[in-house]
């Protein structure tokens, strides 16, 4: 049984590469092997689910992975911090596919290696500390730093600043709003689903 109280867990990344629990370094084997413990007594990574399989049957799995299950959210948590959208939007697309390859076993594949040079392209300013809270199964993120973080909250805000000026967004919403503005003039929905549909019973079968 997880306990009442949560544990806070701390974790470093240099490049990707995660290098240190609650500021202590570790070899990638011992760290795992310390997060497993500490993850796996707070409930953390127990996985039920139904397996689709490459040879084409449904499979039921059980998996226990608390270490890794704890290693994906602080990592995924620095990257939200450290990447571009439009990168950061592409490295999920690019991550399934990559689960996919390598649960079908094709690791030695162009497309593979292709995809890891994606990945540790993206990975330079993947460096700083996640602190993660843990409790009765859920992982909670209670901070993250790095030396190269994309966030400004004076250049976020949505008062008045010398950064951005809100007015700029006027130009892109007329762009992004045109499509459905030429609809509108030609007198046409804005959904599909409320077009006339065909009438299939017009066309004869041979």
Avoid: C
Avoid at 26 to 52: Q, Y
Wanted: charged share 25%; net charge negative.
């Amino acid at each position: 049984m997880a306990p009442e109280t949560p544990e806070y867990v701390e974790i470093e990344f240099e490049s990707g590469i995660p290098v240190s629990v609650n500021g202590e370094r570790h070899s990638p084997a011992k760290l795992v092997e310390v997060l497993n413990a500490i993850g796996g007594a707070n409930g953390i990574g127990r996985v039920d689910l139904i397996e689709n399989r490459l040879v084409g049957m449904k499979s039921h799995g059980v998996y226990e992975t608390p270490g890794g299950t704890i290693l994906m959210y602080a990592h995924n948590e620095i990257e939200e911090l450290v990447l571009d959208r439009q990168t950061l939007a592409f490295k999920q697309i690019a991550a399934l596919k990559y689960a996919e390859l390598t649960y079908d076993g094709l690791w030695f594949t162009p497309l593979h290696e292709a995809i890891d040079a994606f990945v540790d392209n993206t990975q330079g300013p993947v460096t700083g500390k996640v602190r993660l809270k843990l409790y009765k199964g859920n992982i909670i993120s209670a901070g993250i730093k790095s030396p190269f973080s994309l966030y400004r909250e004076d250049f976020a805000t949505f008062g008045q600043e010398d950064v951005y000026d809100q007015s700029d967004a006027e130009g892109f919403i007329r762009l992004f709003g045109l499509s459905l503005k030429v609809r509108a003039l030609n007198g046409l929905p804005v959904s599909g689903l409320s077009m006339p549909k065909p009438d299939y019973s017009r066309f004869k079968r041979d």
